[in-house]
């Protein structure tokens, strides 16, 4: 695939890093904030659709301070919630049509396990929201479990859900085709750009430390910097930035949980959540992780908050492996970190601000937004362009969560 340039600055650095200057819009249509994975699709939905789209980026890119980064995300139809399952039949589509146009095996198909106990009220909402939504799944319960899949030890009153659709995406390259088809479409990228301050009105201007942006429509996807980015605005929603701790696991015998075995993706619904990939970045060594973290600071994210709650989770998580992944060395060989930006009920918030029409927000996506993001993106477009929501946009309103406005600040 031939990378698309970027833009920085004004300038667009070709793929030797030579610089052309390029011509800017007086006032683009729209400026989206962040180039995270939901951040790349809403331009690249913008920019399909005809709109003059900057998007800015406050690091240089590529980089790995956020919560895009990374070899791999799990993708999959089992979710809890309808409107997730209903979703993600519009995301494989997307997801096959990117990888088609950029010429990229983006999404790798395994299956997916869903683990809990027999009890377990998730699972049977996961069953529910899967045959709402027309997809297909196969129940598994303890003795099954056992048989196909020898290689995991659970007690005997845990069944599990298999989505024979779940799969890898490969989170890299996902994130630069979607960047590159955004450029592709006329758009525009500034990295190394952070926004420094935000004037509203019918034409909002973007200060950022390096220049100054107007535009008509504004949209604010900027991950774990959303609440230092929405307070001056007025906004202060319930959201939590965590470090995440990513942790992999070397396999005792190699290939044992490997992706060419055909070992699924892995959720345990049991509370708190674990999730697992099948080896694939490192040869021989296992993903296995815990879906949440300690609350922290997004520009100190490995400070002693982080550090301490990694420790505890490294603990938690050893103790896990030995109980449940006998196939696994029971220390993770290699410990790398991301962040989450949670919202209370795990649901996004895709909407409107409520005083400035023409500002856009996308935040809080749980760590569970990456497989939706062409999804996202395109709704978050049509609130952009004025144009019918294609789902109900109630469960991602700000207006769930009381008491989010604040007293204006200065802006």
Request: aromatic share 10%; proline share 7%; charged share 20%.
């Amino acid at each position: 695939m031939r990378h698309a340039s970027f833009q920085t600055g004004g300038n667009q650095i070709g793929p030797v890093g030579s610089k052309v200057r390029v011509k800017m819009a007086e006032v683009w249509d729209a400026v989206v904030v962040g180039a995270g994975i939901e951040g790349s699709a809403t331009a690249f939905h913008l920019a399909k659709n005809g709109c003059q789209t900057l998007l800015i980026e406050q690091f240089p890119l590529p980089h790995s301070r956020g919560s895009s980064h990374g070899a791999s995300r799990i993708i999959r139809k089992a979710y809890v919630q309808q409107h997730y399952a209903q979703m993600m039949k519009e995301a494989y589509p997307i997801w096959e049509q990117v990888q088609q146009e950029t010429g990229t095996q983006l999404y790798m198909k395994t299956g997916g396990l869903m683990v809990a106990p027999s009890s377990s009220q998730q699972l049977d909402q996961t069953e529910r929201s899967l045959a709402g939504a027309g997809s297909k799944f196969e129940r598994l319960d303890s003795d099954d479990l056992k048989l196909r899949f020898p290689n995991l030890s659970f007690p005997a009153d845990y069944r599990a859900i298999l989505d024979p659709e779940a799969g890898v995406l490969k989170a890299d390259k996902a994130l630069r085709c979607f960047q590159d088809l955004f450029v592709k479409y006329g758009g525009r990228i500034c990295d190394e750009e952070k926004v420094v301050r935000i004037d509203p009105g019918d034409v909002v201007t973007v200060h950022t430390s390096k220049s100054a942006y107007k535009t008509r429509r504004l949209l604010l996807l900027p991950g774990p910097w959303a609440g230092k980015l929405l307070a001056p605005l007025g906004l202060q929603p319930p959201l939590e930035p965590v470090r995440i701790s990513v942790l992999y696991w070397r396999e005792k015998q190699p290939d044992t949980y490997a992706l060419k075995k055909g070992f699924p993706v892995f959720v345990d619904h049991t509370l708190p959540h674990k999730y697992g990939l099948p080896s694939l970045e490192y040869p021989g060594i296992y993903k296995l992780c815990f879906h949440s973290g300690p609350v922290i600071d997004p520009d100190n994210r490995d400070g002693v908050a982080g550090s301490h709650g990694n420790q505890e989770i490294v603990r938690m998580m050893c103790d896990y492996v030995r109980k449940h992944f006998p196939g696994l060395e029971s220390v993770p060989a290699i410990q790398e970190s991301c962040m989450y930006t949670n919202t209370p009920d795990e649901d996004f918030i895709l909407d409107r601000h409520p005083q400035y029409r023409n500002i856009i927000i996308g935040v809080g996506f749980s760590g569970h937004g990456f497989k939706l993001a062409p999804v996202v993106g395109k709704l978050l477009c049509e609130l952009a362009m004025d144009k019918q929501p294609s789902y109900d946009m109630t469960p991602f309103s700000l207006s769930r969560f009381h008491n989010t406005a604040t007293p204006q600040a200065k802006l």
